[in-house]
Nanobody, 121 residues
Framework: QVQLVESGGGLVQAGGSLRLSCAAAGSISSIRSMGWYRQFPGKQRELVVVITNDGNTRYADSVKGRFTGSRDNAKNAVSLQMNSLKPEDTAVYYC???????????????WGQGTQVTVSS
């Protein structure tokens, strides 16, 4: 099976920075998109950034200019550099990837375990 393992969450003061990392492992034929979502308590997960396999990057308006998503295709990995953090960025952050395990199957979404990011004022 495929697993996405996240690391890098924690507590940081407003205006500070934090870097999240995620790597996919397991039975992987190919990966289409990779990115990050976040979930606030009682809310649905929302897109933070998604990066396609051709390098196209799309950010949520709320994080543009502050967050930077990066892919390392050789390592099946994606990271999220978060700068100028705000208290409203506090959420559980989830790594996401569209992965095809074997060639006859279509791509499907896989999710990391989630990591807590807390920004204090």
């Amino acid at each position: 099976q495929v697993q996405l393992v996240e690391s890098g969450g924690g507590l940081v003061q407003a205006g500070g920075s934090l870097r999240l990392s995620c790597a996919a492992a397991g039975s992987i034929s190919s990966i289409r998109s990779m990115g990050w979502y976040r979930q606030f308590p009682g809310k649905q997960r929302e897109l933070v950034v998604v990066i396609t396999n051709d390098g196209n990057t799309r950010y949520a308006d709320s994080v543009k200019g502050r967050f930077t998503g990066s892919r390392d295709n050789a390592k099946n990995a994606v990271s999220l550099q978060m700068n100028s953090l705000k208290p409203e960025d506090t959420a559980v952050y989830y790594c996401n990837a569209e992965i095809r395990t074997i060639l006859p199957l279509p791509f499907r979404d896989y999710w990391g375990q989630g990591t807590q990011v807390t920004v204090s004022s």
